[in-house]
């Protein structure tokens, strides 16, 4: 086996991103000429823009021969399960619910994954009807439908949760799903709404090809509980279907099945989360103040991430930069009529004039009425407020926003700034969605992240309103050990409709460990 030697430089960017370039240095780094080595396999790129230049470390791998066959590898076969014994019924087609589909065919599971919504190549069309027309499809739009809220979001595949999983694996599927192989080699990898589709499709084509069943327009509208044993669903169509385990992978925005485990006493609980505004930059003074050069050249589009600690009436809370979109777009997120609800996103190449960010502050426990709502109450919240940003926008999908700088002069804003947010924006006092507490947590935060990005907390900015979205305010409790609900047996919450993901690469793990639990109990 040929043994590589190991490289790391730090480059220039027009160096680092030129193929020819880059490949000379980093043989140079090896004491090698063109020509010495069979292969260099690019293993990390980030970027260090803590100098006056900023510059790209590079890590690598010179083969001297031959790089070994399964230096990509190892790609996935998957058993055929058509007539497999066991079945399992996976609720939700995003990230969780394929990821766990895949890894049950690889367990010798047959999985039926039901979607509320369309296939992603459908479900476009309600998409141009959010953000032309205004229409939310409930069971289909930017949260719900085929690959789930992932679907149409930057791709950002970043994790900190690598405890949970093998983030390597998840990475490897997805190129082997179509993905660019980038995403293997970049510090903070991203695929790319533009490119998630086809993606999205290739994972549910595997399922298919090996037995597997998906099923778009079913939404789920009752358990099939007895005895605390959860043996399968009732579709909206009034269809029952059983299977010897459910994994439940809704997602954070599918309140109707918190309602639904509530009324038939399944236990679920009140959580944290975090809720505020999205900001939006000209894309150009982000590049500037991050980089310190007037052009970024061949440099990504320049992201951020900022954290500030707050005080008002003697609770502490972070207020925080969360999804951070470079080069890309504000869109609309509801789920139901009469709500406002804002998300980011990003093409692949990031090549949008704009940046945004979801600024939020933390939402603790003490932070809402449990007494009148209960393990709901931060459901409600989040209801409250969207609803209140759609009634003082027009009741329209029109987003209630604020120029920055006004904000926190606590100044309307005669005009507003041109946005990325296909369906326009309404010049609002943004604490008449938010009330005193939000907005004066989030003043706070924005002050000091205009201490440390110049330009960054001024009229050439804007808020619109309201991210809300973060997380799920809801945890579906489960065992530590068998990942099965402590009272009901047979169900599997999984990913962040149930309070254990956040992101693309942590719920596909948490996918892939359901369905490794699933395949324990059912094997017993």
């Known amino acids: 086996m040929t043994t590589p030697q190991e490289v790391e430089v730090l480059l220039p960017a027009e160096v680092a991103y030129h193929e020819y370039a880059r490949y000379r240095a980093l043989l140079q780094a090896a004491g090698l000429q063109p020509g010495e080595a069979d292969f260099v396999h690019l293993r990390k790129r980030s970027i260090d823009a803590r100098g006056r230049q900023p510059l790209v470390r590079l890590r690598a791998a010179i083969y001297p021969g031959p790089p070994p066959a399964d230096l990509f590898g190892p790609w996935f076969t998957y058993p055929d399960v058509s007539r497999a014994r066991r079945s399992v019924l996976i609720v939700g087609a995003g990230p969780a619910g394929l990821f766990a589909a895949l890894r049950c065919i690889e367990l010798g599971l047959k999985p039926v994954v039901l979607e509320r919504g369309k296939d992603v190549r459908t ?8 953000n032309k027309d205004h229409i939310v499809n409930p069971d289909s739009n930017y949260c719900f439908g085929e690959g789930g809220a992932g679907t149409y979001s930057d791709g950002k595949l970043y994790t900190r949760s690598t405890k949970r999983g093998d983030v390597q694996r998840i990475l490897r599927l997805l190129v082997q799903h179509g993905a660019t192989p980038d995403i293997l080699v970049d510090a903070h990898p991203h695929i790319g709404t533009n490119k998630l589709p086809s993606v999205v499709g290739a994972l549910r084509d595997s399922v298919l090809a090996a037995g597997g069943e998906v099923r778009f327009d079913t939404r789920v509208d009752d358990l099939v509980l007895a005895e605390n044993h959860l043996r399968g669903v009732i579709t909206a169509a009034g269809e029952e279907l059983t299977a010897d385990a459910v994994i439940l992978a809704t997602g954070h925005s599918a309140r109707d099945i918190y309602e639904l485990l509530h009324r038939r006493g399944v236990l679920i609980e009140a959580k944290p989360f975090a809720l505020g505004v999205r900001v939006e930059h000209p894309q150009q003074l982000i590049d500037q103040a991050q980089y310190r050069m007037r052009e970024r050249g061949p440099l990504p589009a320049a992201s951020y991430a900022l954290v500030h600690q707050t005080q008002w009436q003697g609770r502490q809370r972070g207020v925080f930069s969360f999804c951070m979109c470079p ?17 980011g996103m990003s093409p692949s190449r990031r090549d949008s004039r704009f940046a945004n960010s979801g600024i939020v502050t933390a939402i603790e426990l003490e932070d809402m009425d449990l007494r009148q709502h209960g393990v709901l109450a931060g459901l409600r919240l989040q209801q409250q407020i969207e609803q209140q940003a759609c009634q003082v926008a027009g009741n329209t999908q029109l987003a209630p926003a604020q120029l920055l700088g006004d904000f926190l002069k606590k100044k309307s804003s005669g005009a507003l700034l041109e946005t990325s947010y296909q369906p326009g924006l309404v010049s609002v006092p943004m604490d008449e969605v938010l009330g005193a507490g939000l907005s004066e947590r989030l003043r706070q935060g924005f002050r000091n992240f205009g201490q440390k990005i110049p330009g960054y907390a001024t009229n050439a900015a804007q808020i619109v309103g309201v991210e809300s979205r973060t997380s799920s305010p809801v945890r579906i409790p ?11 047996r047979g169900l599997f919450p999984c990913g962040e409709g149930a309070g254990y993901a956040g992101g693309i690469v942590s719920a596909a793990m948490d996918g892939e460990r359901c369905a490794e639990a699933a395949f324990a109990a059912v094997s017993c």
């Open 123 to 130: 479900r476009r069309r309600d998409l141009a009807a959010l």
């Open 327 to 343: 080069g890309g777009f504000i869109v609309p997120a509801a789920t139901a009529p009469g709500e406002v609800v804002v998300n």
């Open 478 to 488: 489960r065992d530590r050990d068998t990942l099965q609900h402590p009272e009901v």
